[in-house]
């Protein structure tokens, strides 16, 4: 159990004035957390785990008034390398506000990503493939361009009947979904990136080889 206290701030909740984060035209919000969300977030925000990766500063909420950055820091853990697992990061820093459709939101600093790739040589050519996952908070800025699973075929040759050599096939998807954890609101963004060729008579079109995707992070905040 924290121990409590009471603070008055900058009049607007923090000990600090929040910067204001400069808003792309073609900006998205989704699930933004409310004023009371963000400020639960800042001053009780305890641990965050996201697969191997822990934070956890060991402050004491009180303590972030004469030492507003306590809470700030982050931790990694695992191998961003192709075909070695993947790595977790999980971060947390200070909150901030934007203005979007002439409506001023907040955005909590906490923020949980993993990385993996797999690569692999086979029928004459290989496989490559990128899994991003993100949770953050509020808005977003979709990657372009995207495409779902096609596959063709390879050729070698003159027109108008080259002979084909093999297959190719590719992929690149992007998905945001509102998440909540810990009683706090996030957005959780998942990109994924395919392609591969093969060559030889007969040869299947290239399946995805992504890597799995973990479980949901969890979030500890200080309770009184």
């Known amino acids: 159990m924290a121990q409590s206290f009471t603070a008055l701030g900058k009049g607007n909740g923090f000990p600090f004035c929040l910067t204001e984060v400069n808003v792309s035209d073609n900006a998205i919000l989704s699930n933004a957390p409310t004023l009371e969300q963000t400020m639960n977030a800042y001053w009780n925000f305890k641990s965050a785990t996201f697969g191997g990766a822990t934070f956890e500063p060991g402050n004491e909420p009180k303590d972030l008034i004469c030492s507003p950055d306590a809470n700030v820091g982050s931790a990694r853990s695992g191998d961003d390398s192709p075909n070695q697992g993947g790595e977790f990061t999980v971060r947390n820093s200070r909150p901030s506000i934007y203005y979007f459709g002439g409506v ?66 590719g992929e690149r998807t992007e998905s945001f979904t509102a998440v909540t954890i810990g009683g706090i609101p996030f957005v959780r963004r998942i990109f994924k990136s395919f392609g591969g060729s093969y060559y030889g008579d007969g040869v299947p079109c290239p399946a995805r080889n992504y890597p799995a995707e973990p479980g949901t992070p969890t979030l500890n905040l200080h309770t009184y």
Do not use: W
């Open 104 to 169: 001023k939101y907040y955005r909590h600093g906490i923020k949980m990503s993993f990385g993996a790739s797999n690569v692999s040589e086979e029928n004459g050519g290989g496989r490559g493939s990128l899994l991003q996952i993100d949770y953050f908070s509020g808005l977003y800025i979709g990657t372009t361009p995207l495409y779902g699973y096609e596959c063709i075929d390879e050729t070698f040759g003159e027109p108008p009947d080259p002979p084909v050599i093999g297959k190719s096939a």
